[in-house]
């Protein structure tokens, strides 16, 4: 088993980003686990290339949770590659198939009645940027804990960020694929911004499970990878946040 890590400059909603989707390789399998923010579709083909893979090799496509910075190019990808098998956690999947209405947009249109002016249209934006993400006709369901099809591999719930978030674990290389349940800030793994989380405490109940595994590197979609001294880190995190 490999894992890939990829660096791909995006443009998002204000600006541009630095954003670290991977790729899982595997003898039967290439996993591409999240695909950056709506209309960066060619960035992400340019990235697995120079990689060493052409897009339509991808076999699945795992999702870590439906904010649009990891879903935007789900709908592009299916375009290219119709029969790619899309995997979320069951709390996460009705979100990508629009059985659920998202929970950012949702958040924000709640804001409407009592916001005016400039924050009013502030807020009009975000939805509308919020829905150039488009929906995928179908999702297959993640199983927390050991993958059926790739068995060295297990699926952590590591919820806090969103309720369904969930991260991936090599047992055979000790590493951690984290989503958005750990970011890189300043050198050092940390908490996604504690604002956009849907479950504080259970933020800090991730990085607790987290520290109980084996872990070598981190591979984190915000800052990239970090190589060990990884358990020294968790426990900094929780250090700090209890100051």
């Known amino acids: 088993m490999e894992i890939i890590e990829m660096q791909v400059r995006v443009l998002g909603r204000d600006g541009l980003y630095r954003l670290h989707p991977v790729l899982i390789k595997t003898n039967d399998e290439l996993i591409l686990v999240d695909c950056l923010y709506p209309g960066n579709y060619d960035a992400l083909e340019t990235a697995i290339s120079d990689a060493g893979f052409d897009i339509k090799a991808l076999t699945k496509i795992f999702i870590t949770h439906a904010d ?22 069951e709390k996460e999947a009705p979100y990508l198939t629009g059985a659920k209405k998202w929970y950012r947009q949702e958040a924000a249109e709640t804001l409407l009645s009592i916001a005016t002016g400039e924050k009013l249209a502030q807020i009009q934006e975000l939805i509308s940027y919020f829905k150039t993400v488009k929906i995928v006709p179908s999702v297959s369901m993640l199983k927390i804990g050991r993958c059926d099809f790739c068995p060295d591999l297990e699926i952590i719930a590591t919820g806090g960020h969103t309720h369904g978030h969930i991260s991936i674990y090599s047992h055979e290389l000790k590493a951690l694929i ?16 504690l604002q956009y989380a849907m479950d504080k405490p259970a933020v800090f109940e991730t990085v607790a499970c987290l520290s109980t595994y084996e872990i070598e590197t981190v591979y984190c979609y915000h800052g990239g990878a970090i190589h060990g001294g990884i358990s020294e880190q968790l426990e900094g995190i929780m250090k700090s946040y209890q100051k």
């Open 178 to 193: 984290a989503g958005d349940a750990l970011i890189v800030r300043r050198g050092l793994l940390d908490v996604a911004e």
């Open 68 to 89: 649009h910075d990891h879903i935007g190019t789900l709908s592009a990808i299916l375009d290219v590659c119709p029969d790619i098998d899309i995997f979320a956690s």
